[in-house]
């Protein structure tokens, strides 16, 4: 309860500061293969970007797995599923990751998101739109492969980062998504990011064929977010429960993730080119019908 009133209260101040809205820009992240490294990019590089003095939220929308909560070692005490199920203020269910992160964990419960009902659905869509002029970035989480859910999410949103690393099936399969994506919506913004790569310059080359092919054959620009290094320091931290950025902040991994942080916070378009989480909702109410 108090803690409710602790996010009204800092909502209200938000939203009082003439001129201080905030962008509330919704990036998905996406991949065709599962396993690519997106949970740990997500919450890895939302922290990197708390850093770089931006409010983020993440949101884990891989409804059943809770896997952001596993690497964060959490045990999160409500859900996205409680929040709908028993009407509950967004305020109320967003929990305190490591150095404050502020995230909605996914729960399990519906089979997909998209299974509920349209009370539920407007319910879900009133609570979500209160994150508008609350954080600058919301970064949303995404399952394994390219579910009709996760698809809405990515035609809805500002930006998609696209990860995959560079093994041929891996590559193929984010080729698909991007082909897929593209058949449906010609305006996305995707940022491909190569992870698990062994030198930088493997992983620029390959970011770069990517690039070409997706220009020859879809006629659509995309552009190169980076290469993350395969580094031990992730998976170590995997079994430890906690976030590589925080764990080993000089890494090869945490020292790559401050650049595509700071990249990311330089490239930031002005507010008007930006949906944000009224737009992403207006898009996403309208897939659904
Ligand atoms: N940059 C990296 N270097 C080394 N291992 C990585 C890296 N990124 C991811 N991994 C490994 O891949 C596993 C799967 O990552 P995860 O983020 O859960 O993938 P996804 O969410 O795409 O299924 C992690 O447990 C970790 O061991
Ligand atoms: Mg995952």
Known sequence: MLQDQAYHLRRLSNTLKPGKEKHSRVVTI?????????????????????????KVVVIDLDIGMANLDILMGAAPKANLMDMIRERKSIWSVLEKGPLGLEYLAGGSGFHSLFQMTGEER???????????????????????????????????????????????????????VVKILHSQKKSLSFHLLVNRVSHQREGMEAAGKFKMAVQSFLNKELKIFGAMPDDSHVTKSVLKQVPFYLEYPRSPASAMLKKLAERFVNGIPDQQESGGIKGFIRSLSKLLH
């Open 122 to 176: 407007d319910y879900f869509f009133e609570e979500l739109g209160k994150l508008h002029g609350y954080a600058d970035v919301i970064l949303i989480d995404t399952g394994a492969g390219l579910t009709i859910e996760a698809q809405r999410c990515h035609l809805a949103a500002d930006d998609i980062i696209l990860i995959t690393t560079p093994e041929p099936t891996s590559m193929a399969d984010a080729y698909s």
């Open 30 to 54: 996406a991949s065709g293969k599962g396993g690519v490294g997106k949970s740990n990019f997500t919450l890895n590089f939302a922290l990197s970007l708390m850093e770089f003095g931006q």
